[in-house]
């Protein structure tokens, strides 16, 4: 008995060795499986630019709810972190996420000037990071494969711009932009696919960002013959320049770039200032296709409210870091392949088809959108529609 049980205490020991293992095994993939998926949302919460941030954070919060805040059996958590639209703050803060709240990815920004701030630190860092920046080194000299853009680069949609205003027989224009990269980025963009066409640029202007009085610039564009004038400006700047360029009375149609004018709140704050400007959009709240339907009539029933430029935008960042997640049913600590799986995502979208190229630039639908005047409301009307705009678009031959 003695022998036979010395022969086999030792197999009897394994088994209970082996069953132990694979129960911590088990209970490991148990946390794991239960570990939450955090996500940083970068944006301006207190200060002028609350309210814009607030907006594309309901997008966000909106893609994620539409889960049910998990993914693969992972819960999904929301950081909100105020940035301020401070580049030096915003370096702080995406510190901190990366850090101290462990996450797994950071969506946000407003600010061109935030995003190039913070962009080299998650890029070293391997973070994925989805922005609204606009600046085109984003996706462009300053690329990374854990960059994404949800919203569009400086230039992009100027190229189709000038097509349209150059098949609508305008031949001569004006080009105005606040004094900064990006500004410079669109007018130079726009004015350089309207004279390959054959236009004339008569005059391209640029006030400083923030500027308070646009007389002196609008003198120089009255009487000068032009066609049309384009406005490269946001915020407080769309604000103050429709206004005094509708007061002083130029002549000449205006046109303003891309979520100036469909910005939430813009459209109510101008009234009939903006009957007869066209704007290019990379969304409008009208379309009337089921994935848009679904979109306004969700985000209506939860913030009693309709979404603007700045919400689609959000909500496409958040649907881009879910359609990544989901495609690793959550498991998302291995940041590289979060960004490559975020990288293939094709989304059929509010606007349409949204997906990206080699260098993370999305490639988007453009709508040339007419505000006018219906029974006394102000209401975007699509008069074009351009499929496929990517950094390199080029007009039909």
């Known amino acids: 008995m003695l022998s036979r049980s010395s022969k086999f205490g030792p197999v009897r020991a394994a088994t209970v060795g082996a069953v132990a293992a694979l129960q911590l095994f088990a209970a490991t993939a148990e946390a794991q499986e239960k570990t939450p998926i955090r996500v940083g949302v970068m944006l301006p919460f207190t200060g002028p630019a609350a309210a814009t941030g607030q907006e594309k954070f309901q997008g966000i919060e909106l893609a994620v709810a539409e889960t049910g805040f998990s993914i693969g059996g992972h819960k999904v958590e929301l950081l909100r972190s105020d940035d301020q639209n401070n580049p030096n703050v915003a370096l702080t803060e995406a510190r901190r996420l990366v850090e101290n709240e462990n996450v797994s990815a950071i969506l946000g920004n407003l600010s061109s000037a935030v995003s190039i701030a913070i962009n080299p630190y998650t890029a070293r860092h391997e973070i994925p990071f989805v922005t609204s920046g606009i600046a085109i080194e984003l996706t462009g000299s300053k690329k990374s494969p854990f960059t994404f853009r949800s919203s569009f680069a400086s230039g992009q949609v100027e190229r189709p711009l000038a097509y ?12 105005m932009g606040s004094d900064y990269s990006a500004g410079h980025d669109a007018v130079t963009t726009l004015g350089g ?205």
């Not at 150059?166 to 224009?173: A, F, L, P, V």
């Not at 219906?374 to 009307?381: E, F, L, N, Q, W």
């Open 164 to 175: 349209y205003l150059y098949t609508r027989g305008y031949r001569k224009g004006i080009l």
């Open 193 to 397: 696919g309207f004279k390959q066409l054959g236009g004339t640029v008569l005059q391209e202007i640029f006030p400083r960002a923030g500027e308070t009085d646009y007389g002196p610039f609008l003198s120089r564009v009255a009487g000068s013959g032009a066609d049309f004038v384009f406005g490269y400006f946001f915020g407080g700047d769309t604000l103050r320049f429709v206004r005094q360029y509708q007061d002083f009375n130029v002549g000449y149609p205006l046109v303003i770039t891309t979520s100036a004018i469909s910005a939430g709140g813009v459209p109510d704050a101008l009234g009939k200032s903006i009957v007869g400007i066209e704007s290019a959009e990379v969304y409008m709240w009208t379309l009337q296709t089921p994935a848009n339907l679904a979109f306004v009539k969700s985000y209506q029933d939860r913030y009693k409210a309709m979404p603007s430029t700045l919400s689609y935008d959000g909500y496409m960042a958040g649907r881009v870091l879910v359609a990544g997640a989901q495609a690793l049913d959550g498991i998302v600590a291995d940041r590289t392949t979060l960004a490559q799986a975020m990288h293939k995502v094709v989304i059929d979208g509010p606007a349409g088809k949204f997906r990206y190229d080699e260098n993370n630039n999305p490639i988007i639908n453009l709508y040339i959108t007419r505000w006018e005047d219906k029974d006394g409301k102000i209401v975007p009307s699509i008069v074009r529609e351009f499929h496929d705009v990517g950094l390199n678009w080029a007009p039909p031959k």
